[in-house]
């Protein structure tokens, strides 16, 4: 499908696994992502759904499975189209073509939402936990450069290229600027673990914090209060 489409001369970056497929698509942010429902890492549903809330690119999803109940579940994951196998070459290429002649203008989402994580981009507001968070405006952008990898492993370097409006050299500008960053969203910021350091990578977003229950959110907001009462009843002493 790859050498058919780029004898149409699309330009094509191919993926053999949603790892891959993270990477490829934050590095070149495609009109069109070609996504098969199976794949050997993961889910093709739920990466349908992280694309979706990305750029909201087109999206034609491939699946042997052919029920109505599946179409449907692809459909509402966020697919532009569906496709069912087996299918014929022609076929394909007129899905695709179809596709692109309805491209959407691409707009940045007004809002991003990870579960317990909020980020308003129009008033740049960060809610987490269902508290309201104070960035500088270089923090905003650094956790939500964070955020929109999906937990991806980012380079120190990568970080600077996309979270700050200018070129600086010094990559251990991203160190001093995580370290606040967790003073603000960490529950112990010596123990970290929604911003992650990757050795010899980086940094990387803790998404599977953000899907947590309610349940555990007011345990951690419950601790924070037992703490400051705790800190109330040593300043009274």
């Given amino acids: 499908m790859g050498w058919h489409l780029q004898q149409l001369e699309y330009r094509v970056h191919q993926a053999a696994s949603i790892y891959q497929a993270r990477e490829v698509f934050l590095s070149h942010q495609p009109t069109l992502v070609v996504l098969d429902a199976d794949l050997p ?37 966020g697919a532009d189209d569906y496709l069912s196998k087996p299918f014929g070459m022609q076929e394909f290429l007129a899905r695709v073509e179809a596709l692109i002649r309805r491209k959407r203008t691409p707009t940045a989402p007004a809002y991003l939402d990870y579960g317990t994580l909020q980020i308003d981009l129009v008033q740049r507001r960060v809610r ?5 968070i ?11 450069v964070l955020a929109q990898a999906g937990g991806v492993p980012l380079s120190r370097s ?13 990559p251990r500008t991203i ?19 929604l911003i992650q350091t990757i050795r010899n990578v980086g940094y990387r977003f803790n998404m599977e914090i953000l899907n947590t229950n309610i349940s555990q959110s007011q345990t951690t907001k419950l601790a924070r209060e037992r703490f400051s009462n705790q800190r109330s009843t040593l300043s009274s002493v």
Avoid at 46 to 57: A, N, S, V
Avoid at 134 to 144: A, M
Wanted: net charge negative.
């Fill in 41 to 77: 890492d993961g889910d093709g549903i739920e990466f349908c759904r992280w694309l979706h809330r990305q750029q909201q690119p087109l999206i034609l999803m491939l699946s042997a499975r052919n029920g109505e109940g599946d179409i449907v579940a692809g459909l509402k994951a």
């Fill in 128 to 132: 987490f936990q269902g508290e309201f």
């Fill in 134 to 144: 104070d960035l500088t405006p270089q923090e905003f952008s650094l956790l939500y």
């Fill in 158 to 170: 990568e970080l600077l290229r996309r979270a700050w409006p200018d070129a600086i050299d010094n």
């Fill in 175 to 193: 160190d001093t600027h995580v370290l606040s960053l967790r003073k603000k969203v960490e529950l112990d910021p010596r123990q970290p673990n």
